[in-house]
């Protein structure tokens, strides 16, 4: 069923922690209502704008990442492409980014 995608260790890992997020979040809204924030955004957002916010985000620079990884090869002279995990890292570190001060 999943034959078309290249499910490795970091997409796995990457969309667990999306799941595990989304549940956090509903848990989270339950027990604290969320307020509108105006952060570095320019709107006010509530956590789950922020969410979002931060997944399209974390999305984009992974498929940046995979776009640019084959030329950063050849730029850098690399034996071989680097590693996924530094994208998912930078993703992480963004949506950590906009969520805190978004």
């Known amino acids: 069923m999943f034959e078309w995608m290249a499910w490795t260790t970091p997409v796995a890992v990457f969309f667990c922690c999306i799941g595990l997020m989304l549940a956090g979040m509903t848990v989270w809204?339950?027990?604290?209502p969320t307020q509108l924030r105006k952060g570095f955004l320019p709107i006010?957002?509530?956590?789950g704008d922020r969410l979002f916010i931060g997944l399209l985000g974390?999305?984009?620079?992974?498929?940046?990442?995979?776009?640019?990884?084959?030329?950063?090869m050849e730029w850098m002279s690399l034996?071989?492409?680097?590693?996924?995990?530094?994208?998912?890292?930078?993703?992480?570190?963004?949506?950590?980014?906009?969520?805190?001060?978004?």
């Open 44 to 47: 006010e957002t509530t956590r």
């Open 29 to 32: 809204e339950i027990k604290v």
């Open 79 to 102: 034996e071989a492409e680097p590693s996924i995990w530094i994208s998912f890292v930078l993703s992480m570190a963004l949506l950590g980014l906009v969520m805190r001060k978004g």
């Open 58 to 72: 974390a999305a984009y620079v992974n498929l940046a990442f995979v776009g640019v990884s084959g030329r950063l």
